[in-house]
């Protein structure tokens, strides 16, 4: 099985340009979410969603979109990159379940880094 | 908010214990724990989901007392293998945050 898988593995901007991170799960799983990770801050929510059109804020929405138009696939998207949104950037999808008793499975995400 | 989690750091020789605590000032619905190497994805090891709950994954186990909002992970006769950073993931239905970690490193 597949599980998340996340595209690119690895990229560089420069400062001002866009781009699209790839997020997909073939588990058929409703909820999926974007974390950004740096050094010493563990994991922080960036977007999240419970089911295809349906998405959510995190805790550093800022600077970053999504949209959820299959159950499958939640890209993140970058507006108009910044060095402050270098880092390693991770996908999770889970099964909804009351009250999130359900694991998260991580895709093995994107480091990006921003000149 | 993020949970807080502590220590920041432990190292330990092998066959040794160790405890990482997790605790939230809101109230929890259920507690998450997930073991990263370095480099790789974060990995699922248990959840909690009832006050004073008790869980275990090989030699690893866990505790959630709701009431006092903590979360611990006991880790014995730790091994080579249990080496990696540490994070309790709190939820309020769906929106998870993470702590910031605790980097363990055992030693031979």
């Known amino acids: 099985n597949a599980g998340v898988t996340q595209t690119p593995k690895f990229q560089v901007l420069k400062t001002g340009q866009s781009m699209t991170l790839q997020c997909a799960q073939d588990?058929?799983?409703?909820?999926m979410s974007w974390y950004r990770q740096d050094p010493g801050m563990g994991l922080r929510l960036i977007h999240y969603?419970?089911?295809?059109?349906?998405?959510d804020q995190g805790e550093v929405p800022n600077g970053y979109n999504v949209s959820r138009s299959t159950t499958e696939d939640f890209p993140l998207r970058l507006l108009s990159a910044a060095p402050s949104q270098t880092s390693v950037y991770f996908c999770?999808?889970?099964?909804?379940?009351?009250?999130?008793?359900?694991?998260?499975?991580f895709g093995d995400g994107t480091r990006l880094s921003i000149l | 908010q993020q949970p807080v989690q502590s220590p920041q750091a432990v190292i330990l020789r092998e066959g040794e214990d160790a405890v990482i605590n997790c605790s939230s000032s809101?109230?929890?619905?259920?507690v998450h724990w997930y073991r990263q190497k370095h480099g790789e994805a974060p990995v699922f090891l248990m959840i909690l989901l009832k006050g004073g709950e008790q869980k275990g994954h090989e030699k690893i186990s866990a505790s959630f007392n709701e009431k006092k909002q903590q979360s611990s992970l006991y880790l014995t006769a730790s091994q080579l293998s249990y080496s990696g950073t540490y994070f309790c993931g709190t939820s309020n239905n769906n929106d998870m945050r993470f702590g910031a970690g605790t980097r363990l490193t055992v030693k031979p």
């Open positions: 969603s419970v089911g295809a059109g349906i998405t």
């Open positions: 999770a999808s889970r099964r909804t379940g009351a009250n999130s008793n359900q694991p998260q499975h």
């Open positions: 809101k109230a929890l619905y259920s």
């Open positions: 588990m058929n799983h409703e909820y």
